[in-house]
Structure formats: C-alpha cells, structure tokens
C-alpha cells in the first residue's frame, strides 16, 4: 500500500536526520512508529535527497506537492501586501488579491515572456503556497492602492 506524506511530515523526517548520525533503516523505523503509516529506506532515501529544498521551503505543511510558482517576485511581493494588510486586520477577498496581481504585474519584471493569467486556479495555487485561508471577506478599497 502506498502512502502519501505531507510537507511537514517530510519536514519532520529530514530535522530528525539533522539529529545526529542515522541510518535511513533506522529512520525509516522511527518514521513509521511514529507517523504510523508504513515507510520505506527508499523513499526516506528521496526525502533525504531532496532535504536542503524542504528544509529551505516556505510551504503550507498540509500539502503534499512543492510547486514553483510561475512568478515568484510577484507573489513574494503581493503576499508581503496581504501581510501588511492582514495586520491592520482588513479582511481580503479573492478579487481584491487577483486585481492587486495584476497593478503588480505591471511593475515586476516577469521571468517569462509569457502572458500571465490571474485565473482562480493560479489564485487557489497562491494562497495554498502561502498557506492563506479561502474565505470569502469584506473588501477594503485601500489595499489596492498601496
């Protein structure tokens, strides 16, 4: 039976390597007892390898894929404007963020020459990266203009 493992188990499973001296037998012993599902030398053998991108990643920990997004600097700076916004606790609904992606747009150099589109799949992507609830809110005028 194959079983999936989410980021954070990932995550947990390359920290307890960091640990100290550990075979991938033995960890693989600890990671089963305790995420209580089975797991193999080989596949902590493909988390292991691809340790220093989990450990470095900033990703939600339910997930169980790590995508790129397609422009990282516009996404780095649109999620520092929710940020911003989410501490003056105005609320942020999903056209506000796609129509500030798109004012951003304009000023970030783009990676590709390719015509991006703020579709709500590229949304849905956005806030499951930055770990951003789905809630619908209230709309603040000035989170567009900052």
Same mark, same amino acid.
């Given at each position: ?61 339910n997930r169980k894929h790590f995508r790129k ?17 989410q501490e003056a606790n105005v609320t942020i @609904?999903?056209?506000?963020?796609? =129509? !500030?992606?798109?004012?951003? +747009? /304009? @000023?970030?150099?783009?990676?590709? =020459? !390719?015509?991006?589109?703020? +579709? /709500? ?11 951003? +609830? ?13």
């Amino acid at each position: 039976m194959r079983s999936e493992f989410s980021m954070a188990e990932r995550i947990h499973i390359c920290r307890h390597h960091e640990g100290g001296r550990i075979t991938n037998k033995a960890l693989s012993l600890w990671a089963s007892k305790k995420m209580g599902k089975p797991i193999s030398e080989m596949t902590i053998s493909r988390i292991l390898i691809r340790k220093i991108k989990l450990l470095g990643s900033d990703v939600g920990s339910n997930r169980k894929h790590f995508r790129k997004p397609e422009c990282p600097n516009l996404e780095s700076i649109l999620y520092s404007c929710f940020l911003t916004m989410q501490e003056a606790n105005v609320t942020i @609904s999903d056209a506000m963020l796609i =129509a !500030k992606a798109k004012m951003l +747009s /304009n @000023s970030v150099p783009r990676e590709s =020459a !390719k015509e991006f589109k703020f +579709s /709500n799949g590229w949304l849905q992507g956005f806030k499951s990266r930055h770990g951003i +609830s789905s809630k619908q809110a209230s709309m603040s005028l000035e989170f567009l203009h900052q």
